[in-house]
């Protein structure tokens, strides 16, 4: 039975498993869903602690920069979010592990209008959200 992570728990989770190396966010390039060989070893770490963490489900988000139409920033989150489950599971994080939503350009972290800031908000951001 899966039993919520009650959202006072998430951060305490989800901090843990950060302090033990887990990289909640890995970034894209501009209008990109592919990820780089760099973003690659970050999600190979995220694997082995999720493996050894079976009791846990994620929720991989995917997020875009603010540029394009709401319609082209949603599908373009969604497949960042996916790329991102596939090359876990690749990994063998169980698929039914790890669900995905994309909130486009919906949920920024930086809302300057700079490259920099762009950057920031090109990313798949993972957490923890349910307990089995």
């Known amino acids: 039975m899966n ?4 959202p ?5 989770v989800n901090d843990n498993l950060v302090g033990r190396g887990f990289t909640p966010d890995v970034y894209f390039d ?4 592919h990820l780089s060989d760099e973003m690659l070893n970050k999600l190979a770490r995220n694997a082995e602690l999720l493996k ?18 709401d319609e082209e920033n949603l599908a373009l989150g969604e497949r960042r979010a996916v ?3 596939d090359y876990l599971n690749s990994l063998g994080v169980a698929g039914d592990r790890i669900r995905t939503i994309s ?3 919906e949920r920024p972290v930086c809302t300057e209008e700079t490259e920099d800031c762009w950057a920031q908000n090109r990313r798949a951001h993972m957490l923890v959200t349910q307990r089995t």
Request: hydrophobic residues 25%; charged residues 20%; aromatic residues 8%.
């Open 3 to 6: 039993e919520p992570v009650l």
């Open 83 to 85: 790329a991102t489950r």
């Open 103 to 105: 909130y486009g350009a």
């Open 30 to 33: 501009s209008g990109e869903d």
């Open 52 to 69: 050894s963490n079976p009791q846990f489900t994620i929720t991989i988000e995917g997020h875009t920069d603010s540029r394009g139409t």
């Open 8 to 12: 006072s728990d998430w951060a305490s």
